[in-house]
């Protein structure tokens, strides 16, 4: 029985593994339309009539339709990373924002409570994720810790107070 309960652990958690990944596909997905569309909105703003069409491309050649395609870019690499970005910070499990950031470590007592860094929570109690302090290798790899189920964790407490 037990054999059969991990497997259905495992489907669970490959559900909930796929929806995450999912999630962030769909975002870029939403982001690569908005990019085509400012895209578009760029090649009709600059439009001209073919038969002026001396030149094979305004880049580099109108300052304007230029520092538009650079603002369109600084857009788009805004976007990308903003969706990246914000996925790091969701549960795994629900998807929502993580919430109450708390530091936790110090430097000096590094032996006893561990490097610094920031934990963040689930509000549903899901997981914790903890992002280390310091970039001295690249930007750290975040650490998520998934928690039991809460209602689990406080029969097992209710039972040792037996
Ligand atoms: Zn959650």
Known sequence: MSARRGTSDLEKESNYCMRY???????LIAAGMLILVAWG????GFARPVYFDTRSDLFAHDLGY???????????????????????YRCRTCLRRLRMPVQTGSWPNMFLIGRPRIEYICAYGHGTLRVPEEQISGSGTP????????????????????
């Open 41 to 44: 909105a760029l090649r009709w």
């Open 66 to 88: 230029t520092l538009a395609t650079m603002a369109l870019s600084l857009f788009c690499f805004g976007l990308l990373y903003a969706a990246i970005w914000d996925q790091k």
């Open 143 to 162: 650490d998520w810790h998934a928690h039991e189920d809460i209602w689990k964790e406080l029969e097992a407490l209710e039972e040792l107070k037996k």
């Open 21 to 27: 990944w999912g999630f962030l596909v769909g975002k």
